[in-house]
């Protein structure tokens, strides 16, 4: 199975192109990933995203913009113009969802969107589609038994 999940910020503002001959949306972009135990030290992952997640990610985020994504890995190599073998590694997008806002840690309402390859959804406040009641009050902690 090949099956990857990330959360991370980018670390440009992501590159939309139309794929010649197709008109096919293609967004690249990169993202750096915290390292589980060392919080200091961060891997940088190139993303590709096609068709409309590409454009809603192109339009919708910039440089340090918050986003989890889950895909595919994909190999490959071309030949570069000086004649050398290059290889690739990258993560295919296959769902996204924007966590939260530029320089922020915790999700924001305002960036509550989400994608996928079977059909693109942008609600508003209601990221998990179930009408969550936002007016919720919360529970006190003080009386829990543990």
Not at 34 to 54: G, H, L, P
Not at 113 to 125: L, M, W, Y
Request: charged share 25%; with cysteine.
């Amino acid at each position: 199975m090949n099956k990857v999940i990330l959360i991370g910020r980018l670390t440009k503002d992501p590159e939309l192109r139309f794929a010649a001959g197709t008109g096919n949306a293609v967004t690249r972009f990169s993202v750096a990933v915290t390292r589980q135990f060392k919080r200091d030290e961060a891997d940088f992952i190139n993303c590709v995203a096609f068709s409309k997640q590409a454009e809603t990610i192109a339009q919708y985020l910039t440089k340090g913009s918050q986003i989890a994504i889950t895909g595919n890995i994909r190999t490959g190599s071309y030949d570069a113009q000086d004649g050398s073998k290059r290889y690739t590694t990258d993560v295919v997008v296959e769902n996204f969802e924007f966590v939260g806002g530029k320089g922020s840690n915790t999700s924001s309402s305002n960036n509550d969107f989400s994608g996928n390859n079977s059909d693109f959804s942008a609600t508003p406040n209601d990221s998990f589609g179930s009408g969550f009641d936002n007016d919720m009050t919360p529970v006190d902690d003080g009386d829990m038994p543990f």
